[in-house]
Nanobody
Framework: QVQLVETGGGLVQAGDSLRLSCAAS????????MGWFRQAPGKEREFVAA????????VYADSVKGRFTISRDNAKNTVYLQMASLKVEDTAVYYC???????????????????WGQGTQVTVSS
């Protein structure tokens, strides 16, 4: 499994931008598909975005499409989530996740992901 550590969360105002980072421990990071999920208070954890091992294929939840961008730097073992035009409803704990797969298909199901970070809180105020 991969050890994942998220950073970059915080308190921002609606309309602001924020970038989350997720550092991975494994030297095989480039062989993993990476994803971001989030869990708002009182709600189930939901898919946000995912990226293939090469970065060539990305998938987004409809709720963040056009506002969030997922990217990765395999040389730094890091995946990013750039969030723009933040809304109050984006408030949640954001989790980074990974699974071993270096194909082009990106899975959005939580059950597919093998490793999870501890999460980072993002709070958007109005």
């Amino acid at each position: 499994q991969v050890q994942l550590v998220e950073t970059g969360g915080g308190l921002v105002q609606a309309g602001d931008s924020l970038r989350l980072s997720c550092a991975a421990s494994a030297r095989t990071f480039s062989r993993h598909t990476m994803g971001w999920f989030r869990q708002a208070p009182g709600k189930e954890r939901e898919f946000v975005a995912a990226i293939s091992w090469s970065g060539g294929n990305t998938v987004y939840a409809d709720s963040v499409k056009g506002r969030f961008t997922i990217s990765r730097d395999n040389a730094k073992n890091t995946v990013y989530l750039q969030m723009a035009s933040l809304k109050v409803e984006d408030t949640a704990v954001y989790y980074c996740a990974a699974y071993w797969y270096f194909g082009t298909v990106v899975d959005v199901r939580q059950s597919r992901y093998e490793s999870w970070g501890q999460g980072t809180q993002v709070t958007v105020s109005s």
